[in-house]
């Protein structure tokens, strides 16, 4: 009885280890935030070609200190979006902490007092979303869509509409006039809250809770993380940062105002999403928000320059959103396809 030897097969050539490892790539990196960087790229050059007063050392520095505040929300915002929630109430924040924190230079607080009670404001508001939305099973869209409403009406109600001045001798104020190298103190607190961001999201339990709560809250929830505690720590730390984007706001200006940061919260959720965080949650990406924020802002500043009407500005930054999602939607389809033909060979 004659028995037929299988040949063993033949190990792997370098080349189909080359395109696994191609694949993983691939597969590991967020398509979308490189697409925006693209784009962003090309509108600043577009911007820089139609008019040399863009790239100016003195523009370059206002367009960062713009960045800021929309920079800082955006952080916190990535946290809450991956965390699978929505924070609409930041800009009612913004204008509350502004208003509010000028009022109290005005009765004569010293402005160390001032600066922790913006953030703790920005706080305790936060921490009211989180409290309803976590414990109380209140879905965040309308949590946060009743405090937008609620916390800006109360600014309104303590100011009467009116701007509130700050004495150009207070701390604040120097604060907002405050440069080093260059570029304002917005720019650089903006660029501090970026790095803490970054370690928060990828060198931290915090961080991956968020991510995997974002993802399978269930499955999270069954390791034995608090949950509940999590997604409230997240829409705090949205509101602490509104707290401190409404002080430095408010600094920059020399006064506080509660119709200030009209429809800013679109402008943060705007740059999150554009830059890869996923609506959906479980994805989040600090980098991409840094590059969705420069985005909506060279927009902006751009059109300024070339005297286009600023409320074009929504328009255009709506219209690149639509754009981006649309290429990350047909860029995933090319990868399938990509992938079914590497399986196939």
């Given at each position: 009885?004659?028995?037929?030897?299988?040949?063993?097969?033949?190990?792997?050539?370098?080349s189909?280890?080359?395109?696994?490892?191609?694949r993983?790539?691939?597969?590991?990196?967020?398509?979308?935030?490189?697409?925006?960087?693209?784009?962003?790229?090309?509108?600043?050059?577009?911007?820089?070609?139609?008019?040399?007063?863009?790239?100016?050392?003195?523009?370059?520095?206002?367009?960062?200190t713009q960045?800021?505040?929309?920079?800082?929300?955006?952080?916190?915002?990535?946290?809450?979006?991956?965390?699978?929630?929505i924070?609409?109430?930041?800009?009612?924040?913004?204008?509350?902490?502004?208003?509010?924190?000028?009022?109290?230079?005005?009765?004569?607080?010293?402005?160390?007092?001032?600066?922790?009670?913006?953030?703790?404001?920005?706080?305790?508001?936060?921490?009211?979303?989180?409290?309803?939305?976590?414990?109380?099973?209140i879905?965040?869209?309308?949590?946060?869509?009743?405090?937008l409403?609620?916390?800006?009406?109360?600014?309104?109600?303590?100011?009467?509409?009116?701007?509130?001045p700050?004495?150009?001798?207070?701390?604040?104020?120097?604060?907002?006039?405050?440069?080093?190298?260059?570029?304002?103190?917005?720019?650089?607190?903006?660029?501090?809250v970026?790095?803490?961001?970054?370690?928060?999201?990828?060198?931290t339990?915090?961080?991956?809770?968020?991510?995997?709560?974002?993802?399978?809250?269930?499955?999270?929830?069954?390791?034995?993380v608090?949950?509940?505690?999590?997604?409230?720590?997240?829409?705090g730390?949205?509101?602490?940062?509104?707290?401190?984007?409404?002080?430095?706001?408010?600094?920059?200006?020399?006064?506080?105002?509660?119709?200030?940061?009209?429809?800013?919260?679109?402008?943060?959720?705007?740059?999150?999403v554009?830059?890869?965080?996923?609506?959906?949650?479980?994805?989040g990406?600090?980098?991409?928000?840094?590059?969705?924020?420069?985005?909506?802002q060279?927009?902006?500043?751009?059109?300024?320059?070339?005297?286009?009407?600023p409320?074009?500005?929504?328009?255009?930054?709506?219209?690149?959103?639509?754009?981006?999602?649309?290429?990350?939607?047909?860029?995933?389809?090319?990868?399938?396809?990509?992938?079914?033909?590497?399986?196939?060979?």
């Amino acid at each position: 009885m004659s028995t037929t030897q299988t040949p063993p097969e033949a190990p792997a050539g370098p080349s189909v280890q080359r395109l696994a490892r191609q694949r993983s790539l691939w597969e590991r990196t967020n398509k979308a935030t490189l697409v925006m960087a693209g784009v962003t790229l090309a509108v600043f050059v577009f911007f820089a070609a139609a008019d040399s007063a863009f790239l100016t050392f003195a523009n370059l520095s206002n367009l960062a200190t713009q960045v800021g505040p929309v920079l800082i929300v955006g952080v916190a915002m990535t946290f809450v979006i991956t965390a699978g929630q929505i924070d609409l109430s930041v800009g009612s924040i913004v204008a509350f902490v502004a208003a509010i924190s000028a009022q109290l230079l005005v009765a004569g607080w010293d402005s160390s007092l001032v600066m922790v009670a913006a953030l703790l404001m920005g706080l305790g508001w936060g921490l009211v979303n989180g409290w309803f939305t976590a414990y109380q099973g209140i879905p965040a869209f309308i949590v946060t869509l009743a405090t937008l409403s609620v916390v800006r009406g109360l600014a309104l109600f303590q100011t009467e509409g009116f701007s509130v001045p700050i004495a150009s001798t207070t701390f604040v104020a120097k604060l907002g006039t405050a440069r080093w190298l260059g570029f304002s103190a917005t720019a650089w607190i903006a660029l501090a809250v970026v790095v803490l961001g970054l370690v928060l999201l990828h060198a931290t339990r915090f961080g991956q809770y968020v991510i995997g709560i974002g993802a399978a809250a269930e499955s999270v929830r069954r390791a034995g993380v608090n949950v509940k505690l999590v997604t409230m720590a997240a829409l705090g730390f949205s509101g602490l940062a509104a707290g401190l984007a409404g002080l430095l706001i408010a600094a920059r200006l020399g006064s506080g105002s509660a119709n200030s940061a009209q429809g800013f919260e679109l402008t943060v959720i705007a740059a999150v999403v554009l830059g890869g965080t996923s609506l959906l949650g479980g994805r989040g990406t600090i980098v991409g928000t840094l590059i969705g924020a420069l985005l909506t802002q060279i927009i902006a500043n751009g059109l300024t320059l070339l005297s286009v009407s600023p409320y074009l500005t929504p328009i255009i930054t709506g219209a690149v959103l639509v754009l981006v999602v649309w290429v990350n939607l047909r860029g995933r389809d090319l990868a399938w396809f990509v992938q079914r033909l590497t399986r196939r060979a």
